[in-house]
Each structure stands twice: as structure tokens, then as C-alpha cells.
């Protein structure tokens, strides 16, 4: 059966009808109707925005009177842990979110090098108080030669005396016997003449006369003989007085050895000097060595780690970041206008996002000697001002609830009493 199709009429297709072929464009009135839609959406959506703002800042609870409120977030005074001393690092022994104890080992570096130095300093200090005690030893046995010398010196004298003495007294002896003998030479000597001229005249015998001659000439013998014993007797007596000489070459002697004691003291002075300056530098090679252990300076928590095993850092490069958790406070800001009220060692209210109702108890710790511009990212429930003044709030049991960066309000009691009993 054939069916006749009319094409449809211009108004028709001018108004929108459903049965637009496929592929042709909507007309332009129907585009401007629906943009129009559009913005009074819009239009209705911010207005109903600012509805709900102004019924928020309307029904929003307001401060009592004797409270200055205030906003801001928690904060801690942190510590940039790091290294005295240039090396490379053996070992951190903690991570974010890590305990750490005061006087703990939180970094160790590489000791190596710093260990050779202190054996180096040691065998100084061995080899210093070795030449210390060999110089004194030296003082000593240079001190009981000195005394023997002194001794010497005085036995010398006493010896050298006594022989000049007995010198002296051989001397005499001899003397008295040579004079002795020259005596008994003359009386044998007149005798044997006497004899002689007697018996030219026969009157003694000839066996007289030489017993005379003959006793004559022995006691010339006597004399000579004894001319020599007084001449042995004058030569030991000179060698006698010349070892009075002795004690003065002792003397000398002494001298010299006092010289070298006083040279051993110059060197046990210099062995002392010596030995304290090795002690000094293994004492400064063992305090290198401890601070390449790096000691936690309080109790607290690892806030960030900055630092990995195997690196080589140089002196004063943060290593850990710690924060004491118990030592938190809101940091915050208050209208300059409302800043005459606040004093030193009020008592606050800090309150956390996290349980907004529960205040934990703070006070006022710090107050801004200076105001400032507001801060971009502290708001009010009034209208912002354009100087504020910086406030410390410090927590008395922060308890592990506030952690640094988390936003929160807080309340200073300026007079008064709190309402609520803790709550608001």
C-alpha cells in the first residue's frame, strides 16, 4: 500500500517540534531561553549562599563577656637535629613519628679517621710519659752520683791531710837521722885523722888506724844514705800536698754532674709539657669521636627525617626534626582593640577541630610586643581588622591530642569565671 508524506509546515519547524530531522540546529530563540535558565540557577544558588552565611554569622555563639576569643593552629618548638662535625652516616636510628628519649643516639657518623687519630694520640701519650720517666729517672741516678762526688770531695780532702801529715813527719825523721849521720861522719872522721898522725909516730897500730879510717867511711856512707831517705822523704811529701789538689777536681766533677741535673730537670719539664699536649689532643680526639654520635637533646617525637644512611653531610646539616609534643601551644591572634585586656599568666581554653565542645586548659605565656597585619589564613567571628596582635597560648596537658599544623580556637579569661565547666 503506498503512503503519501507531506512535508511539514514552516511554523511547525520553526517552533521546536520534536520531529526536527535528525542533523538540523536548533533555532536561536530556543538557545537564549535556556541560557536564561541557566543564570536564574545561578543566580538563585548564590543567593541562597549568602542566606546561609548570614543566618551562620546571625545564630553564631558569641563570646561571654570576661572571654577574648581568639583562632589560630598548634604549634611546637622543634629542633633541627644535626651534626657537629662533617662525615658520612652510618646509621639513623629513628623515623617520623618515632619516641626519642633525651640522651639518646638518634645519628651516628663514620669514626673511622676519628678513631686513628685518637690511637695516634694515645701512642703519644705512651711515648711522652715514657721520655717523662726516663728523664727523671736519669734525675735520679744523676743525683746519687752527685752525692758520692760530695762525699768524695770531703774523703779527698780528709786522705790528702792526713798524708801531707805523715809526709811532713817522714821529712822530719829523715832529717834528724842525716844529721845524726853527718855528726857521727865528724866525730869519725876527726878520729881517723887523729889515728892517722899517731900512727906516723907509732904510737897506735896500724890495725887502729884503719878500724878508724874504716868506721870513718861508714858513716860517710850513713850521711849519704841518709841524704837520700830525707830526699824519698821531701818527694812524697810533695806528692802528698799535690793530692790536696783532688778535692778540687771532685769539686769539678760535682759541677758537672750538677749541669747535667738541671739539663735532665729542662727535659723533665719538656717531657711534662709534652705529655700534657698529648693529652690534650687525645682528649679532643675523644670528644671528635662522641660527637659523631648525635644525642637527642630532650624528649620528644621525630617530626621529619632528613636524612638517609651512606650520605656524606657537612657540619650544621639538618638531619631529624624533633618536636616535644608536650610543649605544644596555639599560636594565634586577637584584635588590636581587644589586646589591652589580655595579660600575661591568664588562664585560656584551647579547642580542636577534633572535639570542638572539650576545652584543654592553657595559658598565656607570650603577648607580641608589636601588632601586625592580619594574617591571610586566621579569620574571626567579627570583622577582620587590619592590626591584630600575636598571642601564646600554651597547653598544660596537650596529652598527645594536639599535634602542630591542626587548626583551633581558643578563649583567654580575662575576668570572671569560666561558664559551661569546661565546656561551651
Same mark, same amino acid.
Given at each position: 500500500?503506498?503512503?503519501?508524506?507531506?512535508?511539514?509546515?514552516? $511554523?511547525?519547524?520553526?517552533?521546536?517540534?520534536?520531529?526536527?530531522?535528525?542533523?538540523?540546529?536548533?533555532?536561536?530563540?530556543? !538557545?537564549?531561553?535556556?541560557?536564561?535558565?541557566?543564570?536564574?540557577?545561578? +543566580?538563585?544558588?548564590? #543567593?541562597?549562599?549568602?542566606?546561609?552565611?548570614?543566618?551562620?554569622?546571625?545564630?553564631?555563639?558569641? #563570646?561571654?563577656?570576661?572571654?577574648?576569643?581568639?583562632?589560630?593552629?598548634?604549634?611546637? $618548638?622543634?629542633?633541627?637535629?644535626?651534626?657537629?662535625?662533617?662525615?658520612?652516616?652510618?646509621?639513623?636510628?629513628? !623515623?617520623?613519628? $618515632?619516641?626519642?628519649?633525651?640522651?639518646?643516639?638518634?645519628?651516628?657518623?663514620?669514626?673511622?679517621?676519628?678513631?686513628?687519630?685518637?690511637? @695516634?694520640?694515645?701512642? #703519644?701519650?705512651?711515648?711522652?710519659?715514657?721520655?717523662?720517666?726516663?728523664?727523671?729517672? @736519669?734525675?735520679?741516678?744523676?743525683?746519687?752520683?752527685?752525692?758520692?762526688?760530695?762525699?768524695?770531695?770531703?774523703?779527698?780532702?780528709?786522705?790528702?791531710?792526713?798524708?801531707?801529715?805523715?809526709?811532713?813527719?817522714?821529712?822530719?825523721?829523715?832529717?834528724?837521722?842525716?844529721? /845524726?849521720?853527718?855528726?857521727?861522719?865528724?866525730?869519725?872522721?876527726?878520729?881517723?885523722?887523729?889515728?892517722?898522725?899517731?900512727?906516723?909516730?907509732?904510737?897506735?897500730?896500724?890495725?887502729?888506724?884503719?878500724?878508724?879510717?874504716?868506721?870513718?867511711?861508714?858513716?860517710?856512707?850513713?850521711?849519704?844514705?841518709?841524704?837520700?831517705?830525707?830526699?824519698?822523704?821531701?818527694?812524697?811529701?810533695?806528692?802528698?800536698?799535690?793530692?790536696?789538689?783532688?778535692?778540687? %777536681?771532685?769539686?769539678?766533677?760535682?759541677?758537672?754532674?750538677?749541669?747535667?741535673?738541671? /739539663?735532665?730537670?729542662?727535659? %723533665?719539664?719538656?717531657?711534662?709539657?709534652?705529655?700534657?699536649?698529648?693529652?690534650?689532643?687525645? #682528649?679532643?680526639?675523644?670528644?671528635?669521636? *662522641? $660527637?659523631?654520635?648525635?644525642?637527642?637533646?630532650?624528649?620528644?617525637?621525630?617530626?621529619?627525617?632528613?636524612?638517609?644512611?651512606?650520605?656524606?653531610?657537612?657540619?650544621?646539616?639538618?638531619?631529624?626534626?624533633?618536636?616535644?609534643?608536650?610543649?605544644?601551644?596555639?599560636?594565634?591572634?586577637?584584635?588590636?582593640?581587644?589586646?589591652?585586656?589580655? *595579660?600575661?599568666?591568664?588562664?585560656?581554653?584551647?579547642?580542636?577541630?577534633?572535639?570542638?565542645?572539650?576545652?584543654?586548659?592553657?595559658?598565656?605565656?607570650?603577648?607580641?610586643?608589636?601588632?601586625?597585619?592580619?594574617?591571610?589564613?586566621?579569620?574571626?567571628?567579627?570583622?577582620?581588622?587590619?592590626?591584630?596582635?600575636?598571642?601564646?597560648?600554651?597547653?598544660?596537658?596537650?596529652?598527645?591530642?594536639?599535634?602542630?599544623?591542626?587548626?583551633?580556637?581558643?578563649?583567654?579569661?580575662?575576668?570572671? +569565671?569560666?561558664?559551661?565547666?569546661?565546656?561551651?
Amino acid at each position: 500500500m503506498k503512503t503519501d508524506v507531506s512535508p511539514l509546515p514552516a $511554523d511547525t519547524a520553526a517552533g521546536g517540534n520534536p520531529e526536527t530531522p535528525a542533523g538540523a540546529r536548533p533555532p536561536g530563540g530556543q !538557545r537564549k531561553s535556556r541560557a536564561k535558565w541557566l543564570l536564574a540557577l545561578a +543566580a538563585v544558588a548564590i #543567593a541562597g549562599l549568602v542566606v546561609l552565611a548570614f543566618v551562620f554569622h546571625l545564630f553564631a555563639p558569641a #563570646a561571654a563577656e570576661g572571654i577574648v576569643a581568639l583562632s589560630g593552629r598548634i604549634e611546637g $618548638d622543634d629542633s633541627a637535629i644535626a651534626a657537629k662535625l662533617t662525615g658520612r652516616i652510618r646509621e639513623i636510628r629513628f !623515623r617520623e613519628g $618515632d619516641r626519642v628519649s633525651a640522651g639518646e643516639v638518634m645519628v651516628e657518623l663514620d669514626d673511622e679517621q676519628v678513631r686513628a687519630r685518637e690511637r @695516634q694520640a694515645e701512642a #703519644a701519650v705512651e711515648q711522652a710519659d715514657a721520655a717523662l720517666q726516663a728523664a727523671a729517672r @736519669q734525675v735520679r741516678v744523676l743525683g746519687e752520683q752527685a752525692s758520692e762526688s760530695r762525699l768524695g770531695v770531703d774523703q779527698s780532702r780528709r786522705d790528702a791531710e792526713g798524708r801531707v801529715s805523715e809526709a811532713d813527719a817522714r821529712v822530719a825523721a829523715a832529717r834528724a837521722a842525716l844529721a /845524726q849521720a853527718r855528726a857521727n861522719y865528724s866525730m869519725a872522721r876527726f878520729n881517723a885523722q887523729a889515728y892517722a898522725k899517731l900512727l906516723e909516730k907509732d904510737e897506735v897500730s896500724r890495725q887502729q888506724a884503719l878500724e878508724m879510717q874504716s868506721a870513718a867511711d861508714a858513716q860517710a856512707a850513713a850521711v849519704e844514705a841518709d841524704e837520700k831517705q830525707v830526699e824519698a822523704s821531701l818527694g812524697a811529701l810533695r806528692t802528698a800536698q799535690a793530692a790536696l789538689v783532688n778535692p778540687d %777536681i771532685h769539686r769539678a766533677q760535682l759541677a758537672a754532674i750538677g749541669e747535667q741535673i738541671s /739539663q735532665q730537670k729542662a727535659q %723533665i719539664e719538656q717531657a711534662r709539657a709534652s705529655a700534657a699536649r698529648a693529652r690534650a689532643e687525645l #682528649a679532643e680526639a675523644q670528644a671528635t669521636r *662522641r $660527637d659523631l654520635l648525635v644525642l637527642a637533646p630532650f624528649d620528644g617525637t621525630v617530626a621529619t627525617r632528613l636524612a638517609e644512611p651512606g650520605e656524606v653531610v657537612v657540619a650544621g646539616t639538618p638531619l631529624l626534626t624533633l618536636v616535644n609534643l608536650n610543649r605544644v601551644y596555639l599560636r594565634g591572634f586577637i584584635p588590636e582593640g581587644a589586646i589591652g585586656r589580655v *595579660r600575661l599568666g591568664q588562664e585560656a581554653r584551647v579547642y580542636l577541630d577534633s572535639a570542638p565542645k572539650r576545652g584543654m586548659a592553657a595559658v598565656v605565656t607570650r603577648i607580641d610586643p608589636e601588632a601586625s597585619f592580619t594574617p591571610e589564613n586566621t579569620y574571626f567571628r567579627d570583622d577582620r581588622v587590619k592590626q591584630v596582635v600575636g598571642v601564646k597560648l600554651q597547653l598544660r596537658t596537650p596529652a598527645g591530642f594536639a599535634k602542630p599544623g591542626m587548626p583551633a580556637d581558643g578563649e583567654i579569661l580575662v575576668s570572671g +569565671a569560666w561558664p559551661g565547666g569546661g565546656t561551651r
